[in-house]
Nanobody, 127 residues
Framework: VQLQASGGGLVQAGGSLRLSCAAS????????VGWFRQAPGKEREFVAA????????HYADSVKGRFTISRDNAKNRVYLRMNSLEAEDTAAYYC?????????????????????WGQGTQVTVSS
C-alpha cells in the first residue's frame, strides 16, 4: 500500500493539528497503521497505532491524552488529531502500515513492525 502523510505545519504551543495518512493501491482496511515521528538528531519514535478495524489503539506515554488516532476505512485514510501541542512535539511525522489477517487486531509499536511507509510531514510547534 502506498501512503501519503499531510497536514503538518507551524502552530503555537497549546494549539492543534490534524494529520492525515492517505492510502492508495490497496484498501487500508486490511492494515494496522501507526504514526511515528523523528526530530533532528533523534531516533524515530512511536507515537500511536490503530488496528485494522479501529477497535484497538495504542499511544506513547508522551502523547497519551493529547493525541487521538482514528481511521475512516471508507475514505482509505487514517488520522492523528494532536491537541495541546508542545515544543517537544516538533518533528517530522510519518505514517506506516502493516497488513494483518482478518480478526488480527495487533497494533505494532516499533518501526520494524511495519512494512509500508509514507513520506514525512513536518510539524513545528513554537513556544
Amino acid at each position: 500500500v502506498q501512503l501519503q502523510a499531510s497536514g503538518g505545519g507551524l502552530v503555537q504551543a497549546g494549539g492543534s493539528l490534524r494529520l492525515s495518512c492517505a492510502a492508495s493501491g490497496r484498501s487500508v482496511s486490511n492494515y494496522a497503521v501507526g504514526w511515528f515521528r523523528q526530530a533532528p538528531g533523534k531516533e524515530r519514535e512511536f507515537v500511536a497505532a490503530i488496528s485494522r478495524s479501529g477497535g484497538s489503539t495504542h499511544y506513547a506515554d508522551s502523547v497519551k491524552g493529547r493525541f487521538t488516532i482514528s481511521r475512516d476505512n471508507a475514505k482509505n485514510r487514517v488520522y492523528l488529531r494532536m491537541n495541546s501541542l508542545e515544543a517537544e512535539d516538533t518533528a517530522a511525522y510519518y505514517c506506516a502500515a502493516k497488513r494483518f489477517i482478518l480478526s488480527d487486531e495487533r497494533t505494532p509499536t516499533t518501526a520494524d513492525g511495519y512494512v509500508d511507509w509514507g513520506q514525512g510531514t513536518q510539524v513545528t510547534v513554537s513556544s
